[in-house]
T-cell receptor
Framework: GAVVSQHPSWVICKSGTSVKIECRSL??????MFWYRQFPKQSLMLMAT?????????EQGVEKDKFLINHASLTLSTLTVTSAHPEDSSFYIC??????????????FGPGTRLTVT | DAKTTQPPSMDCAEGRAANLPCNHS???????VYWYRQIHSQGPQYIIH???NNETNEMASLIITEDRKSSTLILPHATLRDTAVYYC????????FGEGTQLTVNP
């Protein structure tokens, strides 16, 4: 299957700083990318939908000014956690989607980024 | 959003078939059923998808009932490496994950 990479795979930062996470589709062009957050022993929670060349759509309860998403090209989306706090510590996962005809899609997930805010 | 329900956990003996059920009674006519799994601290891995016909690939088989209100993922010969959380999701625009089923394959 197609490959989606995330960078970095883990990061530790101090409270109040900002952290940027990159999501790249390596061998296909993604019409849409999704960002998820996962806390320990919980399911993935969709944070936002990122479409190339347009503003991201955020899920209810997700602060758009705190989680900045930029989808500059069909192969790259970035998530910036601004003014990070310890409660932002989580596992962040992106996925890249290629929509096909008839409601079918291909969705591939990145390996995730472990963020720890101290 | 169409939702799915899965049992929270299941156990299976190594080498035996693992049958993971999923209910999706509100599925709409053009929605596909997708299965993913997530091994601890990794991104979800695609397994299989289907619309109304049964599907099989090198990883698993997917059985969808005729009314499409439920499906079963079958791992024909489970191994210890199949221990993971298995998610059944529908191809609606929100791609929402439920709680999934924690499958534990025991030696």
């Amino acid at each position: 299957g197609a490959v989606v990479s995330q960078h970095p795979s883990w990061v530790i930062c101090k409270s109040g700083t900002s952290v940027k996470i990159e999501c790249r589709s390596l061998d296909f062009q993604a019409t849409t990318m999704f960002w998820y957050r996962q806390f320990p022993k919980q399911s993935l929670m969709l944070m936002a939908t990122s479409n190339e060349g347009s503003k991201a759509t955020y899920e209810q309860g997700v602060e758009k000014d705190k989680f900045l998403i930029n989808h500059a090209s069909l192969t790259l989306s970035t998530l910036t956690v601004t003014s990070a706090h310890p409660e932002d510590s989580s596992f962040y996962i992106c996925s890249a989607v290629s929509r096909l005809a008839g409601g079918l899609y291909e969705q591939y997930f990145g390996p995730g980024t472990r963020l720890t805010v101290t | 959003d169409a939702k799915t329900t899965q049992p929270p956990s299941m156990d299976c003996a190594e080498g035996r078939a693992a049958n993971l059920p999923c209910n999706h009674s509100t599925i709409s006519g053009n929605e596909y059923v997708y299965w993913y799994r997530q091994i601890h601290s990794q991104g979800p891995q695609y397994i299989i998808h289907g619309l109304k016909n049964n599907e099989t690939n090198e990883m698993a088989s997917l059985i969808i009932t005729e009314d499409r209100k439920s499906s079963t993922l079958i791992l024909p010969h489970a191994t210890l490496r199949d221990t993971a959380v298995y998610y059944c999701i529908l191809s609606g625009s929100r791609l929402t994950f439920g709680e999934g089923t924690q499958l534990t394959v025991n030696p």
